[in-house]
């Protein structure tokens, strides 16, 4: 496995910016060797830090040719810390590597071979001045991905995936590009929202202080299981049980945009509510009892934003 040493060594080495990917990953083996192939192949990346919740999979055995003697370090948690864990821990990691940027994505998202490249042109024309960069994310039949759309505000999502030079204020952790000194001045993801909502929280974060843009040069592949979102109405009964992350951390969220985002938030739950009143979803009383109970635990939840030493 490749040392912390040899990976600072490797990206103090390489001409240019200094990039160096993120991937968190959970029992997907399959998908995590297709995703880093694809990073591999990118000319102007750094190092690439894998971070796996813990997997039981066969994930390293799978994936340990890839480690020995290339650019990959991988770090196994004792626990599933869930995807705010895991971003929040590789963040930490890639920035001990000296970097410039930091690359983040799921272990489903698959690099094209120019993704990197619009990135870095877009960085570099606007002379590193801005928070974060995030791509065109698509699905597998090559259709916009709904749950990566970017938003320039917080009930407006962008709806032209050609036009250069959108700034936004929400993006995905799909291939979400950071400049290492919006990190260091905004702090990292917070581990405790586990999952959802996290990478709405954080990049709001950034664009208090920092301009933000949609590069739509920059296109990934994000391999979801569908292309439909995140919809409670909808969603299947042994996913239901997710949502009580969604609602907690959204309202953390909202809350900390002013009255706006506690007015959009609140037309949102009641909209929510009355779909399911409305609807023959399955375990329609369960799924109600998911979000008042979201929005209780919301009452107390008050984590501590972390910041790089």
């Known amino acids: 496995m490749m ?17 160096v990917a993120v991937v968190v990953t959970y029992q997907r083996k399959i998908l995590l060797r297709e995703c880093l192939e694809a990073l591999l192949r990118q000319q102007r990346l750094s190092a690439i830090v894998v971070v796996d919740n813990a997997s ?37 990691e890639a920035a001990k590597l000296n970097c410039d940027y930091i690359w983040l994505m799921d272990d489903d998202c698959i690099v094209g071979e120019r993704t990197l490249d619009g990135l870095l042109d877009c960085a570099e024309g606007l002379n590193g001045d801005f928070g974060f960069l995030s791509s ?41 590009f ?8 905004c702090g990292l993801p917070i581990k405790e929202f586990f999952i959802w909502g996290d990478d709405w929280e954080y990049t709001s974060r950034i664009s208090k202080k920092f301009k933000n843009y949609f590069v739509p040069d920059s296109v990934v592949t994000h391999k979801s299981v569908d292309n439909l979102g995140s919809d409670i109405v909808a969603d299947i009964s042994d996913r239901i049980g997710r949502y009580f992350y969604a609602y907690r951390n959204e309202k953390y969220l909202f809350d900390r945009l002013g009255l706006t985002g ?45 910041y790089l030493k």
Request: with cysteine.
């Open 56 to 92: 039981t999979d066969g994930t390293y055995e799978y994936i340990g040719d890839l480690l020995d003697g290339s650019q990959v370090k991988y770090i196994s948690t004792d626990e599933n810390i869930g995807g705010a864990g895991g971003f929040n821990l590789g963040i930490k």
């Open 262 to 306: 506690r007015l959009y938030y609140f037309l949102k739950v009641q909209y929510h509510r009355l779909k399911l009143l409305l609807s023959d979803s399955t375990a329609k009383k369960q799924k109600l009892n998911i979000i008042k109970k979201g929005l209780k635990a919301a009452k107390s939840f008050k984590p501590q934003i972390e």
């Open 136 to 176: 065109a994310a698509q699905w597998t039949d090559g259709s916009v991905c709904k749950m990566n759309v970017q938003r320039c505000s917080i009930a407006c999502e962008i709806k032209d995936f050609k036009k250069q030079g959108q700034s936004i204020k929400f993006a995905s952790f799909v291939s979400l």
């Open 3 to 19: 040392t912390a040493d040899r990976l600072q060594s490797i990206n103090q080495t390489k001409d240019g910016a200094r990039v």
């Open 178 to 185: 950071l400049n290492v000194t919006a990190v260091y001045a």
